[in-house]
């Protein structure tokens, strides 16, 4: 089964247009006039019917920051902002920023889980599973830490460790159908190809169908006969 690359797991996609003319306090400051109030929900757009992937890089509604924080919550805020709107995209910049953020504030979590994407984006899976590390053990909660870890170690090829962090991710929604096709993907990975299959037939009862339609085309799982 072909893996698609890691920033379309990451549901973006990377322009050209980039801010190297500008400083990054001018580019920040931009990104913070159009910013929403902090807080707002970001929320990933329902998958297509041909979407095998995440479709944002964040599934967590931002927590609301102690007012000590609240500085670190808009730097952090503003690296999101730089991964998920398609006409600012800058993973460098999105990187600063959040740097910028945990400078502030060392233990905010979004901040570590925004550069955490940025480092994927980047092509950097090792700095970015070391983020996600820290995004879990600073909120053991947040299951959309525990998706970026995942994708994070299958890009190292540690595709046992991803299967277990998706399963944590399915424990705390059991509709995540996204999650159901990834932790497919990576059991074909270690040739479990029965449990794979069992995760996109499971992702199909959920509304996305086209990796198992896939996968039957390309005779990795057995065809429906009724």
């Known amino acids: 089964m072909d893996q698609p690359d890691f920033t379309h797991r990451l549901g973006v996609l990377l322009v050209k247009k980039t801010f190297i003319n500008y400083p990054v306090a001018a580019i920040c400051l931009a990104v913070l006039l159009i910013l929403p109030s902090p807080g707002m929900a970001e929320r990933r757009s329902s998958p297509g019917a041909a979407a095998a992937a995440p479709s944002a890089p964040l599934r967590h509604t931002p927590e609301k920051a102690p007012k000590k924080s609240v500085s670190a919550e808009k730097w952090s805020q503003m690296a999101a902002e730089l991964l998920r709107i398609k006409e600012l995209r800058n993973p460098n910049l999105a990187l600063e920023c959040a740097d910028k953020a945990l400078s502030i504030n060392p233990s905010y979590p979004p901040a570590y889980l925004n550069r955490g994407s940025a480092y994927m984006m980047l092509g950097q899976p090792e700095k970015a599973l070391a983020d996600f590390d ?57 040739l479990e190809d029965a449990q794979a299959c069992k995760d996109l037939e499971k992702a199909c009862q959920l ?13 990795l799982c057995p065809k429906n006969n009724h």
């Open 207 to 219: 509304g996305l169908c086209a990796p198992l339609e896939q996968a039957r085309e390309n005779q």
């Open 134 to 190: 820290q995004t879990v053990k600073l909120n053991p909660g947040l299951s959309q830490a525990y998706f970026n870890r995942a994708l994070a170690c299958e890009a190292l090829g540690r595709y046992r460790d991803a299967t277990d962090n998706y399963t944590v991710v399915i424990e705390s929604n059991p509709d995540d159908a996204e999650a159901y096709v990834r932790r497919g993907a990576a059991f074909f990975d270690l």
